[in-house]
């Protein structure tokens, strides 16, 4: 398979084309910016070769041991990080839980230790309002993430091809 490297060179030289592509497409420079930065983001830290000790894994500093129970769970390249949208899905759900643990022990330290109060129905009502004022640019960022991550899987799939065609050729 590529090495990260070329990974990450794959990543940067689509992410020009994506743009354009996006801008024509959506004549929007917010979705295009959401698009491309959730490309240029998944093809580089959020990508499926998280299930390894790899660059990506490598580039979330000192966040990265979030990421140890999900390679202990998953094979590498394993259908459930590799494959097309549950990769994505996946990680997304898995990196959902650990900010919902940070957002649910922030809560409890601002409410216990700083003694502020937090109104659960306005903050969800805020929510929402976000969910429905910015329901395209969410989705242009899951798209961004899976063609991020599928740019990835297709040079794994495509690497891993033409080394069994050159190994059968050299017999
Ligand atoms: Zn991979």
Do not use: N
């Not at 979705?31 to 990508?47: C, D, R």
């Not at 790899?54 to 494959?83: A, C, D, E, F, T």
């Not at 759900?93 to 409410?111: N, P, S």
């Not at 700083?114 to 798209?143: N, T």
């Amino acid at each position: 398979m590529p090495s990260g490297r070329t990974h990450d060179q794959i990543t940067l030289g689509m992410l020009p084309g994506i743009t354009i592509i996006t801008l024509v497409l959506s004549r929007s420079a917010s979705l295009t910016l959401s698009l491309s930065s959730a490309f240029l983001f998944s093809g580089l830290m959020f990508g499926p070769d998280l299930d390894i000790y790899s660059v990506q894994y490598k580039r979330w500093g000192w966040l990265r041991g979030i990421w140890l129970p999900y390679q202990k769970l998953l094979h590498h390249r394993s259908w459930l990080s590799h494959g097309p949208i549950i990769g994505t899905l996946l990680r997304l759900f898995y990196l959902g839980l650990w900010l919902g643990m940070g957002a649910a022990l922030t809560g409890v330290l601002l409410t216990q230790v700083g003694d502020i109060s937090i109104e659960s129905q306005s903050l969800l009502q805020q929510v929402e309002q976000y969910r429905q004022r910015y329901l395209p640019e969410g989705l242009a960022i899951l798209l961004g993430l899976e063609l991020g991550a599928m740019s990835h899987s297709f040079s794994d799939g495509l690497s891993s091809l033409c080394k069994s065609t050159f190994k059968r050729l050299k017999f």
